[in-house]
């Protein structure tokens, strides 16, 4: 069974830092893995989407690895902002790609200005 | 882009009503749908996975007769919480996800937030 594990749960920075989410998972055979963002009481916005047989993505100051030998990804924000608080969400879509996707638990960014 | 539009966005109800939330595919038809739950400070689980047509295949622990869940068209999927109690106080969301094409791309309403007294 998929675990999805998203390491900090909460991390605070200040404005301009650049830094690290992590998320690890425990099956390898998976067909994709997202980066979500949800801001409080929100639904999700993807960020970045990273197919299994792709290393990494990016997006403007978001760049996401995939590393799936040893089941994890990272998200890493450049230069941050104090637009960038909110949650960012890991997710797994699972190898026969049936539409359902593992959460894991969030990581509770807050960029101080 | 694709959208998806889910209501109401918040609901307070008393316990023991029944409460419906509808996920539209506003520019896309959807043959599945999927319906999502968030606790607080938790992350989102699947409760349900909808198609267009046929009954909806529920999660292990989540109780059918309980979510009622109705995918009448291709762009409509609806999530009907019966007889609400307190710890179905949750944030729902929906996902829908394009038909045949890109399936990898999973569009999600912007969620529900149900209360119940």
């Known amino acids: 069974k998929q675990e999805v594990t998203q390491i900090p749960a909460a991390l605070s920075v200040p404005e301009g830092e650049n830094l690290v989410l992590n998320c690890s998972f425990t099956?390898?055979?998976?067909?994709?893995l997202q980066w979500f963002r949800q801001d409080p009481g929100k639904g999700l916005t993807s960020l970045l989407l990273?197919?299994?047989?792709?290393r990494e993505q990016t997006s403007g100051r978001l760049n996401a690895s995939l590393d799936k030998s040893s089941g994890r990804s990272t998200l890493y924000i450049a230069a941050s902002q104090p637009g960038d608080s909110a949650t960012y969400l890991c997710?797994?879509?699972?190898?026969?790609?049936?539409?359902?996707?593992?959460f894991g638990q969030g990581t509770t960014l807050q960029v101080k200005p | 882009g694709a959208v998806v539009s889910q209501h109401p966005s918040w609901v307070i109800c008393k316990s023991g009503t029944s409460v419906k939330i509808e996920c539209r595919s506003l520019?896309?038809?959807?043959?599945?749908m999927f319906w999502y739950r968030q606790f607080p400070k938790q992350s989102l689980m699947l409760m349900a996975t909808?198609?267009?047509?046929?009954?909806?295949?529920?999660e292990q622990g989540v109780e059918k007769d309980k979510f009622l869940i109705n995918h009448a068209s291709l762009t409509l999927s609806t999530l009907t919480v019966t007889s609400a109690h307190p710890e179905d106080s949750s944030f729902y969301i929906c996902?829908?996800?394009?038909?045949?094409?890109?399936?990898?791309?999973?569009?999600f309403g912007s969620g529900t937030q149900l209360s119940v007294l």
């Open positions: 996902s829908a996800r394009t038909r045949g094409g890109v399936s990898e791309k999973l569009f």
């Open positions: 099956d390898s055979a998976i067909y994709n």
């Open positions: 990273i197919q299994s047989s792709q």
């Open positions: 997710a797994i879509a699972g190898s026969s790609n049936t539409g359902k996707l593992i």
């Open positions: 520019d896309f038809q959807a043959t599945t």
């Open positions: 909808s198609n267009e047509g046929s009954k909806a295949t529920y």
